[in-house]
Every structure is written in structure tokens, then in C-alpha cells.
């Protein structure tokens, strides 16, 4: 079965740091993009990263440029998403999802219906 596990999230305030990982299991990694995403209340399902694990393409969204950092262990098929200089609204749930590879290079951005394999998510909270 294929398997999402995000982790890592919790209450941080603002400036503070926080790192997610996002575990996979069930399909061949390096052919998959993983994307995070996050999702306020009462607001859409946005993109926040997503990466190439096979060649280390990344994406952000300008929200979180020059603040979130997105890295792949390919060896322990887990992708991880270091977020630094948080602000409240950063505040969200954080999902994890994969994509194959081609369609990956084939889109722009991290468009979450593009993506079909997806984790349960991982609460984040910043404190102002």
C-alpha cells in the first residue's frame, strides 16, 4: 500500500523554526515528486514546496522563498521540509503528496490536483 507519514509539526512562535518530514513507502521513490501543502481554516488547499527526488528539482511558492527549505533522503525515502522565520500566518495543517516524475517536469508550480497520492496531514501553529 502506498504510504504518506507526515511528522514534525507543532506550536512554535513566530521566528521560530520548524522541520516537517514526510515518509513514503509503497511506490518506487526516486520516479515521484513530493510536494508539500498546506491548508488554514476556511481557506483552499495551497501549495507551499514540492521537489524532484530523482534530480533535486524544487519549487516554492513566494510566500515562503528564502524561508522553507525543501530536501530529499532518497536512502530513507523521506522528504523533509525546514521551516524557518515562521509567521502566524503560516499556520496551517501540512500535507504531503507524491507525483510521477513526468508529469512533475510537465506542470509549473505545486498545483495540488496534480497530485493523487497523499498523506494525512501534520498541524503547525505559529504564535504571534
Known amino acids: 500500500d502506498v504510504q504518506l507519514q507526515a511528522s514534525g509539526g507543532g506550536l512554535v512562535q513566530a521566528g521560530g523554526s520548524l522541520r516537517l518530514s514526510c515518509e513514503a513507502s509503497g511506490f518506487t521513490f526516486d520516479d515521484y515528486a513530493i510536494g508539500w501543502f498546506r491548508q488554514a481554516p476556511g481557506k483552499e488547499r495551497e501549495g507551499v514546496s514540492c521537489?524532484?527526488?530523482?534530480?533535486?528539482?524544487?519549487r516554492y511558492a513566494d510566500s515562503v522563498k528564502g524561508r522553507f527549505t525543501i530536501s530529499s533522503d532518497n536512502a530513507k525515502n523521506t522528504v523533509f521540509l525546514q521551516m524557518d522565520s515562521l509567521k502566524p500566518e503560516d499556520t496551517a495543517v501540512y500535507f504531503c503528496a507524491a507525483l510521477n516524475r513526468g508529469s512533475f517536469h510537465y506542470s509549473a508550480g505545486c498545483d495540488p490536483p496534480l497530485y493523487y497520492y497523499w498523506g494525512q496531514g501534520t498541524l503547525v501553529t505559529v504564535s504571534s
Open positions: 521537489i524532484s527526488t530523482n534530480d533535486a528539482l524544487t
